[in-house]
């Protein structure tokens, strides 16, 4: 199973709004509407942003949002804050008997 | 509160088996729907998942590494272990273990461990 594909990087000024994509197949982020997002700081864990495409686990800024179009799903992040800096992950769910798929991985620069 | 903490060597001799154990608590691994999985993170690099073992000790496997890999857990223990055999400079990594969101559809994980980096060299 190929990785997702995601931009290197982003960025954006604080206040402003920032896009980052994740295109996979009809295989993965085209077939279910199970795509989830992972925020990483430098030398931290993973922590889960969106699920379900559109979902915010308790506690996450609904600064956060997720989207899906075909086989491109979208993660923005408005009203940008110096916080936000860090590498995001997308994830997509892609079948009962597989693992799924992790993104390559963005690097998100608060200007 | 659910948290998981890896253990294991932080430094492997190539060809070595690495076994790294997770201990989580705040659930339980022989309650329905709960999976826990392992995955890594070379330097520098994207996530990759290794398997995933459900309550019912289902278990899931990348398919490129499904040879050297073995997941197994303890539910008195509440642990996992991951074992990887001929270990490779290649799989040097900060590996993750990571519980299954229960009310999310589609696999995501909701909790993580810190990481434990783990060195091949000679």
């Known amino acids: 199973q190929s990785a997702l594909t995601q931009p290197p990087s982003a960025s954006g000024s604080p206040g402003q709004s920032v896009t980052i994509s994740c295109t996979g197949t009809?295989?993965?982020?085209?077939?279910?509407?199970?795509v989830s997002w992972y925020q990483q700081h430098p030398g931290k864990a993973p922590k889960l942003m969106i699920y379900?495409?559109?979902k915010r686990p308790s506690g996450v800024p609904d600064r956060f949002s997720g989207s899906k179009s075909g086989n491109t799903a979208s993660l923005t992040v408005s009203g940008l804050q110096a916080e936000d800096e860090a590498d995001y992950y997308c994830?997509?769910?892609?079948?009962?008997?597989?693992?799924?798929?992790f993104g390559g991985g963005t690097k998100l620069t608060v200007l | 509160q659910i948290t998981l903490k890896e253990s294991g060597p932080t430094l492997v001799k190539p060809t070595q088996t690495l076994t790294l154990t997770c201990t989580f608590s705040?659930?339980?691994?022989?309650?329905?729907?709960?999976?826990v999985g392992w995955i890594r993170q070379a330097p520098g690099k994207a996530l990759e998942w290794l398997t995933l073992?459900?309550?019912?000790?289902?278990?899931r496997y990348i398919p490129s590494l499904r040879s050297r890999l073995t997941i197994n857990k303890d539910t008195s223990k509440n642990q996992l272990v991951l074992t990887m055999t001929n270990m490779d400079p290649v799989d040097t990594a900060t590996y993750y273990c990571?519980?299954?969101?229960?009310?999310?559809?589609?696999?995501?994980?909701?909790?993580w461990g810190q990481g434990t980096l783990v060195t091949v060299s000679s």
């Open positions: 990571a519980h299954r969101c229960r009310y999310c559809s589609g696999g995501s994980l909701d909790y």
């Open positions: 073992i459900y309550w019912n000790d289902d278990k």
């Open positions: 705040g659930f339980s691994l022989s309650t329905s729907g709960v999976g």
């Open positions: 994830s997509s769910y892609a079948g009962s008997n597989t693992l799924g798929v």
């Open positions: 009809s295989s993965d982020v085209g077939g279910y509407n199970y």
């Open positions: 379900e495409v559109t």
